[in-house]
C-alpha cells in the first residue's frame, strides 16, 4: 500500500503554494489535502473552539484529494485524523507558505502549528516556507529540499515529538547549492502595530513591523543561512519547557521557600 500523506498549509485551499507542493508529493503516495478555506497566517496552534466546523468536498487537484474547512491549521490536522482520513497519515506536510517562517516567527506560524499538531498526534511531519510573499512566488527553490527530505521521513521516520522546520531562500528560479541544520535566530520585532484613525475619529490598529535581530554574526542560525542563499532545516519539539533548573537559577529556592513556609 502506498504512503498517505496529509498535506495543510495556512494560506488556504486557493493558495498557490500548496497546489505546488501537492503536485511535488503524488509521486511519494496517496495524497489529501485539508486546507483552511481562508487564510489562516499567524494562528500558531489556535483551534476552534466556540463556532462549528465543516469540512467541503473539493475537486480533485493533480491527483490528490481535496478538502477545505472553516477553521485553522490545527483544526485541518485534527478533523482529517478524526473524520477524513480512513487510515493511519505516514506524513504530515505543511506548505509551501508564502514567507518566512524563521526565528520567532515559528512561534507564530499557522503552518508550523499544523505540523507541530502532526507531531503531537505521533506522525512525522515537516512545514516547508519560501521567503517570498508574493502570491505569484516561484517555488522552483524548494522542490530538491522537499523531494529529499519528504523521501527521507517516509523511510526513516522522525523522532518522538520532534518537527522540522524548512525554510527556502528567495532565489529565484534557481535552486539553492546548500541546505544546514540550523538553530532559531534571536530576534523580535519591533513597532509591531500602526495607529489610524477611521472616519468616526475612533483610533484602530493594524499589525506592521520591523524584524531585529538580535545575533547578526551568527553562522549557527536560520536567518544567517537565508540571508546568504542557504535552506535552513530547524528541528522543533513540540515541548516548548526547557525541562532544568539551570534556566531559572533562583527558582529551586523559591519552590523550597514555598514548601517551607506554613
Known amino acids: 500500500m502506498k504512503p498517505l500523506i496529509l498535506v495543510t498549509n495556512d494560506d488556504s485551499y486557493l493558495a498557490a503554494g500548496v497546489h505546488r507542493l501537492i503536485e511535488r508529493l503524488v509521486k511519494f503516495g496517496d495524497v489529501v489535502a485539508v486546507c483552511p478555506q481562508h487564510p489562516q497566517s ?5 483551534i476552534t473552539v466556540n463556532d462549528p466546523l465543516r469540512i467541503t ?16 491549521p490545527v483544526d485541518c490536522v485534527k478533523l482529517s485524523h478524526h473524520f477524513i482520513l480512513d487510515r493511519p497519515v505516514d506524513l504530515v506536510v505543511s506548505g509551501i507558505n508564502h514567507g518566512s ?4 516567527n515559528l512561534l507564530y506560524s499557522g503552518t508550523m502549528g499544523a505540523a507541530m499538531e502532526g507531531a503531537v498526534l505521533g506522525i512525522p511531519s515537516i512545514g ?4 517570498d510573499h508574493s502570491l505569484e512566488a516561484d517555488f522552483t527553490p524548494c522542490y530538491k529540499a522537499i ?9 526513516h521516520g522522525m523522532p518522538k515529538d520532534v518537527t ?20 532559531p535566530c534571536r530576534g523580535r520585532w519591533n513597532d509591531e502595530y500602526k495607529e489610524y ?15 531585529e535581530n538580535l545575533d547578526p554574526n551568527n553562522e549557527l542560525t536560520d536567518e544567517w543561512a537565508l540571508n546568504h542563499g542557504i535552506i535552513s532545516a530547524v528541528p522543533v519539539h513540540v515541548n516548548r519547557t526547557t525541562g532544568t533548573i539551570a534556566e531559572i537559577p533562583w527558582l529551586r529556592f523559591a519552590i523550597d521557600s514555598y514548601c517551607k513556609t506554613e
Open 42 to 46: 499567524g494562528q500558531s496552534m489556535a
Open 57 to 72: 468536498r473539493l475537486p480533485d487537484f493533480a491527483g490528490a484529494k481535496m478538502y477545505h474547512v472553516n477553521g485553522s
Open 101 to 104: 517562517n524563521s526565528a520567532v
Open 128 to 131: 516547508f516556507s519560501l521567503t
Open 147 to 155: 523531494d529529499l527530505l519528504v523521501g527521507m521521513a517516509l523511510e
Open 164 to 183: 522540522l522546520n524548512v525554510n527556502v531562500p528567495n532565489i529565484g528560479d534557481k535552486t539553492p547549492a546548500e541546505m544546514r541544520i540550523c538553530e
Open 197 to 211: 484613525i477611521d472616519p468616526s475619529g475612533r483610533k484602530f490598529y493594524m499589525l506592521t513591523g520591523t524584524y
